[in-house]
């Protein structure tokens, strides 16, 4: 009994045997690799680029007036205006004490009244003469005296009146006035000093208007000319847009630096002051670049990196794909986008958004057409 059990085994335990090489032999199969992320596809794109360069320096008034008395030694008596006020050509800034100016031109305008007189009756004088020599009663000589006597008042009125205008205008500068229109910068008047010849009363920016004095290297001042536009941004951040009004001829010797005058609009005033330091660029012609969205540049480790989409193992899945890093030079940066100079085909497509969360070689979705960035 025992042996023909026996017997039913054997064949039994020879298949199951069998079974299990084959399962042994048969390789395993591949588990399907499961995508890291979606990702939407995107090519480098051809754009025409402005070429820039970046400069610094300070705001400065275009020009700036010094404004002062033209009268010494007399009393300010009032004071307009303050700093930051804006004025108009011929507004009067201060006042200075005009008593003793005033008493000066009354005693001119008498003194023309007087040598008036004196003349009106030298040629009176002068005509009785002309009419008596006529008749023989008075002598060559006294005629030529009435003439002479005559002829001196006339120049003792003509120096009467010179003196008066004079004083008249003397008059005219108790009243510091603007020369211009323009905005206050400085004041140092004071109601109740002393005037002084020379000294300083107000400072006045002419217009109102300021410039961008920028500093750029020797080497790069042969790209500037009049006209050429020029963006400056203000410490706030704002945006304003400029031209170049000149170069200056000289470069400074310690710096190797030289100054490009931008003139800056009639609104800037606001949100930018004479001696502000700003930084800005200019656009000295225009190149076209590859570029690619900000997005799907990586930085790690202070290089530039992008992940290049390849087929996937799968031919038959099309939406799949692979990914692999790829080192890529960056230039120029203009809104969200970002120049390729170097380390990608221009017929590559890379990975527009989520890098940072891929590694090399990880499997991705692709987005579908509608999705596209």
């Known amino acids: 009994m025992i042996k023909l059990k026996l017997a039913l085994l054997v064949p039994a335990m020879a298949l199951v045997l069998a079974g299990c090489r084959d399962e042994a032999a048969a390789p395993p199969l591949a588990p399907a690799a499961k995508p890291a992320l979606t990702v939407t596809a995107v090519a480098p794109q051809r754009i025409d680029w402005p070429l820039t360069l970046a400069a610094g320096g300070n705001v400065a008034a275009w020009q700036e007036a010094i404004i002062g008395p033209e009268l010494g030694n007399y ?18 800034l201060a006042r200075i004490a005009s008593d003793a100016v005033d008493s000066e031109l009354a005693e001119t305008r008498a003194s023309v009244a007087e040598a008036a007189a004196t003349l009106r009756e ?43 205008r004079s004083a008249e ?49 020797a080497a790069d001042l042969v790209h500037f000319k009049p006209g050429l536009p020029a963006q400056v941004v203000s410490p706030s951040g704002a945006v304003l847009a400029g031209r170049v009004r000149g170069v200056a001829p000289t470069v400074d010797p310690q710096t190797r630096q030289g100054l490009v005058y931008v003139d800056l609009p009639g609104d800037a005033a606001p949100v930018l002051s004479a001696g502000m330091f700003a930084s800005g660029q200019f656009e000295i012609g225009r190149r076209s670049a590859w570029t690619l969205p900000q997005s799907a540049v990586q930085l790690r480790e202070g290089f530039a990196y992008v992940f290049r989409l390849e ?6 899945n099309e939406s799949l794909a692979k990914v692999r890093q790829a080192k890529v030079d960056t230039g120029r940066r203009q809104g969200e986008r970002i120049e390729i100079t170097g380390g990608l085909d221009p017929d590559a497509r890379v990975v527009a958004s989520g890098g940072a969360f891929l590694a090399d070689g990880d499997s991705v979705r692709l987005a579908a057409a509608g999705q596209a960035q």
């Open 311 to 316: 087929a996937a193992d799968d031919p038959a």
């Open 122 to 164: 030298a040629r009176a004088n002068q005509e009785r003469a002309r009419q008596l020599r006529a008749q023989g009663f008075y002598s060559p000589q006294q005629a030529i005296q009435s003439q002479t006597v005559a002829e001196t008042a006339l120049a003792r009125l003509n120096a009467a009146q010179a003196r008066l």
């Open 169 to 217: 205008l003397r008059r005219s500068k108790v009243e510091v006035v603007a020369p211009d229109d323009g905005l206050i910068s400085a004041r140092t008047a004071t109601v109740g000093s002393l005037t002084q010849p020379g000294q300083e009363l107000f400072r006045l920016i002419r217009g109102g208007r300021l410039e961008w004095r920028a500093e750029v290297t």
């Open 75 to 92: 009393r300010l008596t009032e004071v307009r205006v303050n700093v930051g006020d804006r004025v108009r050509k011929g507004d009067v």
